[in-house]
T-cell receptor
Framework: KQEVTQIPAALSVPEGENLVLNCSFT??????LQWFRQDPGKGLTSLLL?????REQTSGRLNASLDKSSGRSTLYIAASQPGDSATYLC??????????FGSGTQLTVLP | DTAVSQTPKYLVTQMGNDKSIKCEQN?????MYWYKQDSKKFLKIMFS???????INETVPNRFSPKSPDKAHLNLHINSLELGDSAVYFC????????????????FGEGSRLTVL
């Protein structure tokens, strides 16, 4: 059964800092991995989707990497801003044909 | 134009009642999902439909019944509500392929917060 772990559970950084969020998964037989952002009381917003054949995806200040063989993904956020404060969720889509979520990293960027 | 919309956004009801949450997507996707987010913010899939056909039915009490009248809609009916059903329920959709295999991004609705008293 696929399990997804995100470390750290919470992170607080000063504005302007570059940061890395980590995601690991137990079953490397995945089709894709997706990073989401969730603001308090809101739904999930898709940030980046990496197919299993890809190594990384970039969108603006965000860069996500995927190392399928080691069961790891990282989300890199450059020059963090207070508006980046949210919970970041990693989810993998595997052979069970369902998206399995991690428990998230709660990010606070201090002005 | 909202891509995935759910109604109602908030629902407060008494134990034992029957309620429904509606979901509609205007993205032309053929796969839709229901997820439950518990008090610890953990998201878990409940159901997945591909082209109106049930693909995934996780271990969910049979008091929960999804209904898909067409590809753009997936409604969730809950009978005999219990206190433990209180949670946020999210609808999502994606462009699946044959057999419901997801190859694209999932797009989520804003969630429906259900409170059972």
């Amino acid at each position: 059964k696929q399990e997804v772990t995100q470390i750290p559970a919470a992170l607080s950084v000063p504005e302007g800092e570059n940061l890395v969020l980590n995601c690991s998964f137990t079953d490397s037989a995945i089709y894709n991995l997706q990073w989401f952002r969730q603001d308090p009381g809101k739904g999930l917003t898709s940030l980046l989707l990496i197919q299993s054949s890809q190594r990384e995806q970039t969108s603006g200040r965000l860069n996500a990497s995927l190392d399928k063989s080691s069961g790891r993904s990282t989300l890199y956020i450059a020059a963090s801003q207070p508006g980046d404060s949210a919970t970041y969720l990693c989810a993998v889509y595997g052979s069970a044909r369902q998206l399995t979520f991690g428990s998230g990293t709660q990010l606070t960027v201090l002005p | 134009d909202t891509a995935v919309s759910q109604t109602p956004k908030y629902l407060v009801t008494q134990m034992g009642n029957d309620k429904s949450i509606k979901c509609e997507q205007n993205l032309g996707h053929d796969t839709m999902y229901w997820y439950k987010q518990d008090s610890k913010k953990f998201l878990k899939i409940m159901f997945s439909y591909n082209n109106k056909e049930l693909i995934i039915n996780e271990t969910v009490p049979n008091r929960f019944s999804p209904k898909s009248p067409d590809k753009a809609h997936l409604n969730l009916h809950i009978n005999s509500l219990e206190l433990g059903d209180s949670a946020v329920y999210f609808c999502a959709s994606s462009r699946g392929s044959q057999g419901g295999l997801n190859t694209g991004e999932l797009f989520f609705g804003e969630g429906s917060r259900l409170t059972v008293l």
